[in-house]
């Protein structure tokens, strides 16, 4: 691919790939071009892995158009439909909207037990179909779960970047808006199955936030002063892919009936992340389970600043232990959601020759 056919726009990139048939040239499958997401080269195709991390990943957002089928491995109409159907879900795992607006679970679900006798409210196809009919978008959680496609797709990224994900379903239907302009505390990757949906991608971010309300809760009038002006305005086609980095301000509006598309959300270790696992070493040292210094003399700045000083320099100390590093490194590298897997039928490992 030539760097002619890569248009950068403003704080992020559109692909333009002459040679790929996107976007400008039409929407049929390049010869030889696969149908199943089942790399990390393959997701960003054309984009190389390499230039991704040198230029986009934590930086900018990326736009790669797609064929119509490229995403087809990831999940389809009949999917969805079979794992709607299958029950066990509630007013938590699915979600309606319109125009931002959340319906309240009583306005489609019912009351009922699961299989563990436990009340919950359970959607009822009825009336989501009204609901639908008014324009609403359905947002199922963790579609991963139940999505063997989505499944695949989720291991690929986590294994690349060793990070932590999950994803959502959203189906919306023409000129729909599930969520108003907002930040996600995670980068984003979301792939377009069916339909049309643009996304546009605003000039204001947030500095690595995190999901803490309580630290970084931006109301929706903060949201809209902080996004600034639209950067791009981004057109989501079947076989799309868009990466938006974590705190990057963005919204989405479906331009036909029937949009579907799987955001993927991708939760890297940090910084606290690796601070908190001090935290059984820092019990287990008696300076930290010391009280801190009594309020009573004269000179009790002096004395809390000391206290303070020695923690401080307790904690480097410990923080520098030779394995340390080591420890850091592999913490880096295990960092995701254990799946348990099972694989029928059960048979006994080999004997040990």
Known sequence: ????????????????????????????????????????????????????????????????????????????????????????????????????????????????????????????????????????????????SLAPGVLAVIEIIERELAAKCTANLYYSQNSSRALNVHFDSHDVYALQIYGCKTWRLYEGKELNPIGRADIQHISQSGNEEHCGRVDEEVIMRPGSLLYIPRGRYHDALAD????????????????????????????ADPAFRANLPLLRATDHRDAMAHHIDDLVARLKDLS??????????????????????FNLPYRAPPPDS
């Open 1 to 144: 691919m030539n760097e002619g056919d890569l248009a950068g726009k403003h704080d992020g990139l559109q692909v333009y790939s002459t040679s790929h048939l996107l976007h400008l040239k039409g929407r049929d499958r390049p010869t030889a071009a696969a149908t199943t997401v089942d790399s990390f080269e393959s997701l960003l195709n054309p984009i190389t892995s390499d230039r991704f991390f040198a230029e986009f990943h934590g930086r900018r957002w990326l736009h790669v158009p797609g064929w119509d089928d490229k995403n087809a491995s990831v999940i389809n109409w009949d999917e969805i439909g079979q794992i709607l159907s299958a029950g066990g879900w509630n007013h938590h795992s699915v979600r309606l909207m319109i125009d931002t607006e959340v319906f309240p679970p009583t306005s489609y679900c019912r009351h009922t037990v699961d299989r563990n006798e436990h009340p919950i409210f359970e959607p009822q196809p009825e009336k989501v179909f009204e609901l639908l009919r008014r324009g609403a978008s359905i947002i199922l959680l963790d579609i991963e």
């Open 256 to 283: 036909t009936a029937d949009s579907v598309h799987v955001s993927i959300a991708c939760n890297e270790p940090n910084g606290l992340d690796w601070l908190a696992r001090f935290w059984d070493r820092l019990v």
């Open 320 to 341: 520098l232990e030779p394995t340390d590093l080591d420890d850091a490194i592999q913490f880096r590298r295990d960092y995701r959601l254990y799946r348990p897997k």
